[in-house]
T-cell receptor, first 114, second 114 residues
Framework: KNEVEQSPQNLTAQEGEFITINCSYS?????LHWLQQHPGGGIVSLFM???GKKKHGRLIATINIQEKHSSLHITASHPRDSAVYIC????????????????FGKGTKLSVKP | DSGVTQTPKHLITATGQRVTLRCSPR?????VYWYQQSLDQGLQFLIQ???????AKGNILERFSAQQFPDLHSELNLSSLELGDSALYFC?????????????FGDGTRLSIL
């Protein structure tokens, strides 16, 4: 079992729909990244969060540390949102710090149709 | 633009050869991370350097090595290349290696082994 699991693997939506991508993890983490990877391959960091909720434009990320679960929401989706969305956990080490390396989910491929 | 520069963008070589991938971190960032993204394994952490010293090691093969120079740029050396080494190699940087600083990714180097 992967330490970071994402669902769904693939998601097709109509323009304007509300989208949710889920991420569950089984390890102790210091923080969680949500990343966006476009077909060209480049990776953009969308959010890094360790508690609560963050919002940027139409994107909202939430995390529940007790349940070891995070969600990425996209409101009023648009074809330009089509990309692979990846969650990545920043491991919490025994001494309470982190080494900085990320463990990645397999990604969710989102396609938004006009 | 993340501020992280990776060169070259594409590299095509043959089995058994040796290549060097280069990464310049964002100005002011002390930590550099290397990741490999292959079709079957997804994104995997390889190695992290902080201010010139190795900080953490992930799934990095013995045929691979890296270093971070005094000017903070980093190089990833891949030797005795095999077909399975074909992948996208990403570099990311952050201000430090043990805080909850977000990581900023370069555009990647696409390595193709023929």
């Amino acid at each position: 079992k992967n330490e970071v699991e994402q669902s769904p693997q693939n998601l097709t939506a109509q323009e304007g729909e509300f989208i949710t991508i889920n991420c569950s993890y089984s390890v102790g983490i210091s923080a969680l990244h949500w990343l966006q990877q476009h077909p060209g391959g480049g990776i953009v960091s969308l959010f890094m969060l360790s508690s609560g909720k963050k919002k940027h434009g139409r994107l909202i990320a939430t995390i529940n540390i007790q349940e070891k679960h995070s969600s990425l929401h996209i409101t009023a989706s648009h074809p330009r949102d089509s990309a692979v969305y990846i969650c990545a956990a920043l491991l919490r080490m025994n001494y309470g710090g982190s080494q900085g390396n990320l463990i990645f989910g397999k990604g969710t491929k989102l396609s938004v149709k006009p | 633009d993340s501020g992280v520069t990776q060169t070259p963008k594409h590299l095509i070589t043959a089995t058994g050869q040796r290549v060097t991938l280069r990464c310049s971190p964002r100005s002011g960032d002390l930590s550099v991370y290397w990741y490999q993204q292959s079709l079957d394994q997804g994104l995997q952490f390889l190695i992290q350097y902080y201010n010139g010293e190795e900080r953490a090691k992930g799934n990095i093969l013995e045929r691979f090595s890296a270093q971070q120079f005094p000017d903070l740029h980093s190089e990833l050396n891949l030797s005795s290349l095999e077909l399975g080494d074909s992948a996208l190699y990403f570099c990311a940087s952050s201000k430090s290696g043990v805080s909850y600083q977000p990581q900023h990714f370069g555009d990647g180097t696409r390595l193709s082994i023929l």
